[in-house]
């Protein structure tokens, strides 16, 4: 799908995965994409490869975890380009934690990130596009928000916060004229899922992610989620009842 408007479209967690596949395929559409990252050596290489894409990529170095340094990024993106048409906020990691081996630590590194990243993106970012009275704000959680999976104490309370914090902005937004929408993805090849040591299902390439995400951001629906098969399995395992959903779950493993 191409688009017919081009935009301003901000990045987070754009130097690898979805992130990267994302702003390649924004830009290959003609947005002006932002891509923001802590990396700057992976940044000045995805702009590289940009180059011949009828959209540009321009590189924001930014650790999503400093608040002030969020400040600066969005305040930098609106003087140079004006507006923030829309938002993809993406940064994100996954740290398995046995519930045999639990650990605050783990919790907070992994709510440092997933939550308070996004949190200060959101708070910087939702004042300008309440200025503006337009603009989009799409925040990338999980399948695995729904509920809960082995191994996944610490990640998958962080993607469920960010669901339900998804549900509250759309509603508490949309008279404003912002548009909200919520990322569920599967099982997506990346880097970081490299790195997994268990079979995932329904497991797909991060182009393909990206290409769903894009055609999502331009929709009316306020989840985009896939791959849709693997999508409709969590989707029937969030509506069994709990006796049901531990005994199968424990079963499959998924």
């Not at 608040?67 to 940064?91: P, R």
């Amino acid at each position: 799908m191409k688009a017919t408007k081009s935009n301003v479209i901000w990045i987070t967690g754009a130097s690898m995965g979805i992130g990267k596949a994302l702003a390649l395929e924004l830009a290959d559409q003609g947005h002006t994409v932002i891509a923001s990252a802590r990396s700057r050596d992976k940044l000045s290489a995805l702009v590289e490869e940009s180059r011949p894409l009828p959209g540009a990529i321009h590189a924001y170095p930014l650790d999503v975890t400093c608040q002030q340094s969020v400040n600066d990024v969005v305040t930098a993106i609106q003087n140079d380009f004006s507006t923030i048409d829309q938002a993809v906020l993406n940064a994100g990691t996954f740290l398995p934690m046995p519930g045999s081996r639990f650990s605050a630590d783990v919790i907070k590194q992994q709510f440092d990130l997933n939550v308070f990243g996004v949190s200060y993106c959101l708070e910087a970012l939702i004042p300008v596009m309440k200025q503006q009275k337009r603009g989009l704000l799409a925040i990338n959680a999980s399948l695995a928000g729904y509920r809960g999976l082995p191994k996944s104490a610490a990640y998958g309370a962080t993607k469920a916060a960010l669901i339900n914090m998804a549900e509250c902005l759309k509603l508490d937004l949309d008279p404003y004229g912002l548009d909200v929408k919520v990322i569920n993805p599967g099982f997506v090849k990346t880097p970081l899922t490299d790195k997994n040591d268990f079979t995932m299902p329904f497991l797909i390439e991060s182009k393909q992610a990206a290409r769903l995400i894009s055609n999502g951001l331009v929709s009316r629906k306020f989840e985009i989620r896939f791959p849709t098969v693997f999508a409709g399995i969590m989707g029937f395992l969030k509506r069994l009842p709990y006796r049901c959903y531990f005994a199968l779950v424990k079963r499959v493993r998924i």
